[in-house]
């Protein structure tokens, strides 16, 4: 077999595999339009928490979010198709993620540490093997509540895709480190980066950011949650700490 049909060989496999890929979106686009009816009914599930004018903050967020996390998800597969059999088995956790468990009121802490692990890989595709990407998990998942439906889902995507967003990739210094923890009934992300010199692409729209990440914490957990960001030595980390304890007993308490 001579070189020249052996790459036509590799051509038509890439394009089955482009024309798979873009049929198997479709597919999850159409599912995603059926269930988007049913987005509003289960918003209203929360209102036995939060006030009227909470709840359509929470809704206006959502409908930001789901978009911009699947846009950044396609950008990341299309960079490198040669993985995009590893990536779309990836893919396919985080868009059965985002239209299954995002639409319900809570996820369990491990149903989130998954998610994010998932997210963590399809991401990798952005960077090259040698990049300094360390991912640690620092889990009890002996306490009950590491099962139990009390975290807000995909509240973890924000400070995730920040930082790969951010990071300076192509820098032979650059790092970014990513910790995963649950531990005596708290969840915990802390995610640190060096920052790029190269100041972002700008786009008309972007994504929601991390005030409004604070803000739906805010709604949600009100004060049981802890949100700190600072820069040292050019590095940027973001610690996120929520105390799924306390909050569910405000929950029952509130009954």
Do not use: W
């Not at 809704?59 to 950008?75: C, D, Q, S, T, Y």
């Not at 369990?108 to 360390?134: G, H, Q, R, T, Y």
């Amino acid at each position: 077999m001579n070189s020249v049909t052996l790459l036509l060989i590799v051509l038509v496999l890439i394009t089955i595999a482009v024309i798979g890929l873009a049929v198997y979106f479709y597919l999850r686009f159409r599912e995603a339009e059926k269930q988007q009816k049913e987005t509003t009914a289960r918003l209203l599930e929360l209102s036995n928490q939060v006030r009227p004018l909470q709840l359509e903050a929470l809704e206006a967020l959502e409908a930001k979010l789901n978009p911009h996390l699947f846009k950044n998800i396609l950008n990341s597969i299309q960079s490198h198709a040669y993985q995009t059999y590893f990536a779309i088995d990836k893919l396919a956790n985080v868009l059965d993620y985002i239209l299954y468990e995002s639409r319900k009121e809570f996820v369990s802490p491990k149903e989130e540490v998954e998610f994010a692990l998932n997210l963590i890989e399809i991401n990798k595709i952005k960077v090259s093997p040698l990049f300094d990407l360390k991912v640690k998990t620092r889990l009890n998942t002996a306490e009950p509540m590491y099962d139990q439906k009390l975290l807000a889902p995909l509240i973890s995507i924000d400070l995730i895709e920040n930082a790969f967003k951010h990071a300076d990739i192509q820098s032979p210094e650059a790092f970014i480190a990513i910790t995963l923890e649950f531990k005596d009934n708290h969840f915990g992300l802390t995610v640190a980066n060096k920052i790029s010199s190269k100041p972002p692409m700008k786009k008309e729209k972007g994504g929601i950011g991390i005030k409004a990440l604070e803000q739906r914490l805010r709604i949600i957990y009100e004060n049981n949650f802890k949100l700190d960001s600072y820069i040292e030595d050019n590095v940027y980390v973001a610690h996120l700490n929520i105390d799924l304890f306390e909050y569910k007993v405000k929950v029952l308490a509130a009954r």
